[in-house]
């Protein structure tokens, strides 16, 4: 079943389709409007901005004060995804950013740009995020800042940052990826006036481990594995540690050629 799009006044579209019904926004000032997806429904604008959602929250192309074309949102079981969506700016893109959010999880992708941003980027972000994960990806910037081309996955409550948080930066093509509760990956993320690009951060967490990698740099690997609840590894550019007691082990090392290794308490 196609969507069906007519024209309801005072410049709004109206979708109808499998998914329910949606109201679209088309701006007369260039403003983006784009789609909002609440419950289980679907919605696609003019722009090329596209949401669908199954007892879920989906945002995109969603109330920017500049342009936001070709954003894709899709969340189902909870979750909540926004891409291309409420970034406050002027002077600003936020294009082709994908956003996926499943059972719980939260995905931002190219959105929530912060204070009054001006000058900035932030397309071709992905973001996706399931059973309680959140990941960022070209999320929360600031002004003066490009973060284009950055991937955040985030899997079972863990947090994964690409390219996000950043002020007079430029992060791109950062990756994160993160799973378990315990794991936190970091990449191009929490920066300011700097340069930051092709940065990899990768933190599992098992068993009530304890993972943080953090790549800010340009090009850096920082990866982290932590298994039983003693277990702790930490990465940075700069940096490996691990510690685990007895029943737990831990791993960290950075493409500087630093690793530790800890296993039942004792640490290579």
Same mark, same amino acid.
């Given at each position: 079943m196609h969507p069906v799009v007519t024209f309801a006044g005072a410049g709004l579209l109206v979708s109808s389709g499998l998914f329910g019904l949606a109201v679209l926004g088309a701006s007369p000032s260039g403003a983006s409007v784009g789609v909002e997806c609440i419950g289980t429904t679907s919605a696609q604008d003019l722009s090329g901005n596209m949401c669908a959602s199954a007892t @879920?929250? &989906?945002?995109?192309?969603?109330?920017?004060? #500049?342009?936001? #074309?070709?954003?894709?949102?899709?969340?189902?079981?909870?979750?909540?995804?926004?891409?291309?969506?409420?970034?406050?700016?002027? #002077?600003?893109? &936020? =294009?082709?950013?994908?956003?996926?959010?499943?059972?719980?999880?939260?995905?931002?992708?190219?959105?929530?740009?912060?204070?009054?941003?001006?000058?900035?980027?932030?397309?071709? #972000?992905? &973001?996706?995020?399931?059973?309680?994960?959140?990941? *960022? @990806?070209?999320?929360?910037s600031g002004d003066d800042t490009t973060a284009d081309d950055d991937s955040a996955l985030a899997t079972s409550g863990a947090t994964a940052l690409a390219g996000s948080n950043d002020t007079d930066t430029t992060a791109d093509d950062d990756s994160a990826d993160a799973a378990g509760s315990g794991a936190t990956a970091t990449a191009a993320s929490n920066l300011t006036d700097t340069t930051a690009d092709d940065d990899t951060a990768m933190a599992t967490a098992l068993n009530n481990g304890t993972a943080n990698?953090?790549?800010?740099? =340009?090009? +850096?690997?920082?990866?982290?594995? !932590?298994?039983?609840?003693? @277990? +702790?590894?930490?990465?940075?550019?700069?940096? !490996?540690?691990?510690?685990?007691?007895?029943?737990?082990? !831990? +791993?960290?090392?950075?493409?500087?050629?630093?690793?530790? *290794?800890? +296993?039942?308490?004792?640490?290579?």
């Open positions: @879920a929250s &989906a945002f995109a192309g969603f109330a920017n004060n #500049d342009t936001a #074309d070709a954003n894709s949102a899709i969340a189902t079981s909870g979750g909540t995804a926004y891409a291309g969506s409420e970034n406050a700016g002027i #002077d600003q893109a &936020a =294009n082709n950013n994908l956003a996926i959010a499943t059972s719980g999880g939260m995905a931002l992708a190219g959105s929530f740009g912060i204070g009054a941003k001006s000058s900035s980027t932030t397309n071709n #972000d992905t &973001a996706i995020a399931s059973t309680g994960g959140m990941a *960022l @990806a070209g999320a929360r990698s953090t790549a800010n740099g =340009n090009g +850096v690997l920082a990866f982290t594995f !932590a298994n039983g609840p003693t @277990a +702790v590894a930490t990465a940075t550019q700069t940096s !490996a540690s691990t510690s685990a007691a007895t029943g737990s082990y !831990a +791993v960290a090392f950075n493409n500087n050629g630093q690793f530790s *290794l800890s +296993v039942g308490g004792l640490t290579i």
